[in-house]
């Protein structure tokens, strides 16, 4: 299975939420840190908004911030949320199916997958915040003008 571009930009977005617990963060930042288009993270914010991930201020002074602490969000949860379909295959038209034991075992696998997933808070995934935020306040991607 291959987690979506969609999966991936939302558990960014949390990570350097929740890296920058001290200040609310925007849309446009997260773009150049990322090299991630403006637009598409726009969409990406809209939903973990509604969804009660994240709290969004508009405005001048406005942006974001998690509305959770982040030892609260699992990496399953965002996942459930963001990823449609959790199937490692469509076995529904197979005519084989009804007695195959390949169903069983790729469900399993999923459930396997999930319980790992559930097992970790967006506060895990900062294994080192000080090198997280270094990296991440690179003027570019490929850390050309680092500071």
Request: with cysteine.
């Amino acid at each position: 299975m291959r987690l979506t571009r969609y999966t991936d930009y939302s558990l960014r977005v949390l990570i350097h939420l929740a890296l920058n617990d001290d200040r609310l963060c925007s849309i446009g930042e997260m773009s150049r840190t990322y090299d991630v288009s403006h637009n598409h993270l726009m969409k990406v914010v809209n939903a973990l908004a509604h969804d009660g991930f994240i709290k969004t201020m508009r405005g001048r002074a406005g942006g974001m911030q998690l509305a959770r602490p982040p030892e609260e969000i699992t990496v399953g949860e965002v996942v459930r949320r963001t990823e449609e379909g959790l199937q490692l295959a469509d076995c529904s038209g197979c005519a084989l199916s009804p007695a195959c034991g390949l169903t069983g075992v790729l469900a399993k696998g999923m459930q396997a997958m999930m319980a790992v997933f559930d097992s970790y808070t967006i506060a895990d995934l900062l294994a080192d915040k000080e090198a997280m935020r270094r990296l991440m306040n690179r003027e570019s991607p490929l850390g050309i003008g680092t500071t």
